[in-house]
């Protein structure tokens, strides 16, 4: 590696991109290239980058496979970034088995960071989860520490295990103060942040106050008897009865457990439940099949009992019955907070996040765009969602260790 591109990875390294630009930005060959590629992501023209680390990959060529590799481990971080998760997966694994074939641990662990922090935001905890197992974080540099910290942190969030993330966020901080990388170091702070704003809303007698992710925690884990609003799940000590497919059930459940102690009119839970303005016999006959259907889902948690002017919900074994809310209310409230991450999504990737059709997303963003919570760039394939005016940083872009060529 000649001195010009030494001095630009050395600059990378340390976060200065447009240092970086100065030594490289007149060469046109591979490595620096991918030099470019990398400074230009920094930036945040991920566009660019992407064309970059292509050209350099190809310029590279299958002679030089782990510097090839290197370049398809960055490209693949500014397709996650990009939000383009469609991007081909296989390859990343085929980069990371070269690099590490090749010694180049430090890339590789790059490489599988990347793999779980995408299973992370798709939500496949369990696959995210198992990646991590074994995973010694310990010879990595302090950069690529804080990156895994902050996906530790993120599944244990995701699995309520607050003490974890606590722990892992420290381990973070510490971390990225070491690289001296401020984006990094605002990274972990806004996460930090996280972990401090309201993660839901209590909804008890008649009253509902916010609740934080460790306060959320130890209600589930109580004999409190919870419906789960967030995840529409009815649970009390580690037994649950799942409703998510059952929207129904579920909001009669939720109306009952809203008012416990006392009961819920008929008429109440058929404007409620469906949305009936005018209720009629037909409407009449399938509240009681529906509340019938309640009775047989929860019946080791709670009895389904009438009224003389609708029904009760009682807790067999709870002493309460309380409904965990979201922190707001909205019809489309999973498609905000994917967007809340600051990032500009497609409809189809936040399709595949959401686990739901890409019709679905569209109907979902045309409603929030008219209400103007959120707004588009682009168009057709190129169209991207965001909410305006969002705060905070760009998630850092940084391939760590020896760059191609070295």
């Known amino acids: 590696m000649d001195a010009l591109i030494t001095a630009a990875a050395l600059a990378l390294a340390k976060g200065d991109p447009l240092g970086a630009l100065k030594r490289v930005a007149l060469r046109d060959d591979a490595p620096a290239l ?6 230009m992501a920094q930036l945040g023209d991920l566009v660019r980058a992407k064309a970059l680390l292509k050209s350099a990959a190809r310029a590279f060529g299958q002679k030089e496979a782990m510097a090839r590799a290197r370049c398809i481990v960055a490209e693949a971080e500014i397709a996650l970034v990009s939000r383009d998760l469609t991007w081909p997966q296989r390859a990343l694994e085929k980069a990371r088995e070269t690099l590490q074939a090749h010694g180049d641990l430090m890339n590789a662990a790059h490489a599988r960071n990347l793999q779980i922090r995408r299973l992370l935001l798709i939500g496949r905890l369990d696959e995210a989860g198992r990646l991590l197992a074994g995973f010694d974080p310990a010879p990595l ?53 996280v972990m401090k704003a309201p993660a839901a809303r209590l909804i008890a007698r008649g009253e509902e106050r916010p609740l934080l992710l460790d306060e959320v925690e130890a209600l589930l884990a109580s004999e409190t008897l919870v419906i789960d609003a967030c ?21 009669l459940a939720r109306a009952l457990g809203e008012a416990w102690p006392q009961d819920v009119s008929r008429a ?25 259907r309640l009775r047989v889902e929860l019946k080791e948690l709670a009895e389904v009992s009438a009224t003389d002017r609708g029904f009760a919900l009682k807790p067999r074994r709870a002493a309460e019955i309380v409904v965990l809310a979201p922190p707001v209310d ?33 109907r979902a963003l045309e409603a929030l765009a008219a209400a103007g919570k959120v707004q588009s760039v682009g168009r057709g394939r190129a169209r991207r969602w965001m909410t305006p005016l969002v705060p905070g940083f760009p998630t850092i872009l940084l391939l760590p260790g020896p760059l191609p060529g070295s």
């Open 141 to 193: 540099s302090p950069a690529l520490r804080a990156a895994h910290e902050l996906i530790t942190a993120g599944v244990a969030i995701r699995r309520l295990r607050t003490k974890t993330a606590h722990a892992a966020l420290a381990r973070a901080e510490q971390a990225a103060r070491e690289a001296a990388i401020p984006a990094l170091v605002a990274e972990v702070e806004n996460a930090q942040r």
């Open 231 to 251: 995840r529409h799940v009815v649970r009390v000590a580690g037994e649950a009865v799942s409703l998510t497919t059952r929207p129904v059930l579920f909001a």
């Open 34 to 39: 991918a030099l470019r590629g990398i400074a």
């Open 330 to 362: 909205e019809q489309h409230a999973a498609v905000l907070a994917f967007l809340a991450d600051g990032e500009s999504w497609s409809s189809s990737a936040l399709a595949i996040a959401l686990g739901t059709s890409p019709r679905t997303v569209q």
């Open 268 to 292: 109440a839970l058929l404007a409620y439940a469906f949305r009936a303005k005018q209720a009629d016999e037909s409407h009449r006959a399938r509240l009681r099949v529906e509340v019938g």
